[in-house]
């Protein structure tokens, strides 16, 4: 199934994220200079592609993994619900991923609200 | 069980396996996701508030023991979960054995230093002189 392997790229882009992670908490320690510098990265259209990318990640990831875990306690292994549950993982990451990165835009003021 | 003749009674009772390891990396990665489901859920909201925030808001934010303690358990998990998966995705992919072992070795050097530099941020940030 795809969700497989979209379980594996998703956990690699997470971890390239966890390089803007560092960058973010290591700018925020050293001061508003550095941190000015992050911050024009990540407003930058590039940095929301990349940070709206890295949200989809992180919910597919997630959901995706609440799945293997019941799928471990044994719960979900009939073909067709696997199917189900692996459809609404991906309906849901992009929703979920949509919902968040509209609340950051509001946050900064980026949607007149 | 019939195929297990080769194996002695002891390494049955250890169920350690060839690697030694057991259901360790098994357990640790569980573990480590039941932490994040909550870590990282709790990560994205605060970050997301502080979407275009200054320098200072955001440090002030880290100095609070609370969101300093949940950064550190959620950089905990997160480097160790990501460890985990990249030395799956290793195994998995890569069959030649020296360059196997040195990805694996490579894979936690790199792992541990993305979370020290990370953890060596917030510890400044949660209990360095305010700026």
Request: aromatic share 10%.
């Amino acid at each position: 199934m795809a969700a497989s392997i979209t379980h594996r790229v998703t956990g690699m882009m997470l971890a390239g994220g966890m390089l803007l992670l560092v960058w973010w908490l290591v700018a925020a320690a050293s001061g508003p200079d550095a941190y000015a510098v992050f911050a024009r990265v990540a407003g930058h259209p590039v940095g929301q592609v990349v940070l709206f990318g890295l949200l989809w990640a992180l919910a597919f990831h997630l959901l995706n993994g609440v799945r293997h875990l019941a799928w471990d306690l044994g719960y979900g292994f009939k073909m067709s619900t696997a199917r189900l549950t692996a459809a609404l993982v991906y309906a849901a990451s992009v929703l979920i991923a949509a919902g968040a990165f509209a609340v950051g835009m509001i946050v900064r003021g980026g949607l007149g609200l | 069980m019939k195929d297990t003749r080769l194996r002695t009674p002891l390494g049955r009772v250890e169920g350690l396996g060839s690697a030694r390891a057991g259901t360790n990396h098994f357990w640790q990665q569980r573990l480590t996701a039941v932490a994040l489901v909550p870590l990282s859920v709790w990560f994205v909201a605060s970050a997301l508030a502080y979407v275009g925030a200054e320098q200072g808001a955001v440090a002030a934010f880290f100095a609070e023991p609370a969101e300093a303690i949940l950064m550190f358990l959620f950089i905990v998990a997160a480097v160790h979960h990501m460890s985990l998966g990249l030395q799956m995705i290793i195994e998995d992919y890569v069959h030649q054995e020296g360059a196997k072992m040195t990805l694996l070795v490579l894979n936690r050097f790199a792992c541990w230093g993305i979370g020290a530099a990370a953890g060596f941020a917030l510890l400044k940030l949660a209990v360095g002189a305010p700026a």
